[in-house]
T-cell receptor, first 115, second 110 residues
Framework: SAVISQKPSRDICQRGTSLTIQCQVD?????MFWYRQQPGQSLTLIAT?????????ESGFVIDKFPISRPNLTFSTLTVSNMSPEDSSIYLC????????????FGPGTRLLVL | QKEVEQDPGPLSVPEGAIVSLNCTYS??????FMWYRQYSRKGPELLMY????GNKEDGRFTAQVDKSSKYISLFIRDSQPSDSATYLC??????????FGAGTTVTVRA
């Protein structure tokens, strides 16, 4: 399985500011995703991070709020922009290695608290 | 109606008991089914993965999929206190995107 790290592991931010979360994988992977897990809730897919092109966002998520970069096959960033307390969540990246249906692995998550 | 329904529990069992977890889904396009375990303050850890109807066993864990009924289950035999966690079912079609259940919180009492 892939080894995935995220930075920062946690942060406390003021409303109106932005935070960039990094996801690093120890091997090249085909697909990278960003999920959000709000307090007491399950995981919701934010977007697919596409290497070399714009991310594909799910319904309810927009690029202006959650810009994503994926400059290569092992690294991606998610920015949470103009934060409000409602953005307080755990943000997780996940990866898929290869063919359709191949298992998906998750990073440890970034805990974000917006005051 | 949510795409994936999972009873959030909580579920409390004595050590050694069988833990039974299940999810139902509405999207007939789902072909891949997973169970993740999530400890407090950690990312989800893949437990079981299957893509066909029937049973799959891995140690103390058995995953069942019934596509005709749109129903999946996870059984944990001889449960241990270290099995105390939140268990998430997840599923996808041919696009890798996972749809998760709400998660069931399980406590195994010593």
């Amino acid at each position: 399985s892939a080894v995935i790290s995220q930075k920062p592991s946690r942060d406390i931010c003021q409303r109106g500011t932005s935070l960039t979360i990094q996801c690093q994988v120890d091997s090249q992977v085909t697909m990278m995703f960003w999920y959000r897990q709000q307090p007491g809730q399950s995981l919701t897919l934010i977007a697919t991070a596409n290497q070399g092109s714009e991310a594909t966002y799910e319904s309810g998520f927009v690029i202006d709020k959650f810009p994503i970069s994926r400059p290569n096959l092992t690294f991606s960033t998610l920015t949470v922009s103009n934060m409000s307390p409602e953005d307080s969540s755990i943000y997780l990246c996940s990866v898929v290695g290869g063919m359709v249906g191949e298992t998906q692995y998750f990073g440890p998550g970034t805990r974000l608290l917006v005051l | 109606q949510k795409e994936v329904e999972q009873d959030p529990g909580p579920l409390s069992v004595p050590e050694g008991a069988i833990v039974s977890l299940n999810c139902t889904y509405s999207n007939s396009a789902f072909q891949y089914f997973m169970w993740y375990r999530q400890y407090s303050r950690k990312g989800p850890e893949l437990l079981m993965y299957t893509y066909s109807s029937g049973n799959k066993e891995d140690g103390r864990f058995t995953a069942q999929v019934d596509k005709s009924s749109k129903y999946i289950s996870l059984f944990i035999r001889d449960s241990q206190p270290s099995d105390s966690a939140t268990y998430l079912c997840a599923m996808s079609a041919n696009d890798y995107k996972l749809s998760f259940g709400a998660g069931t919180t399980v406590t195994v009492r010593a």
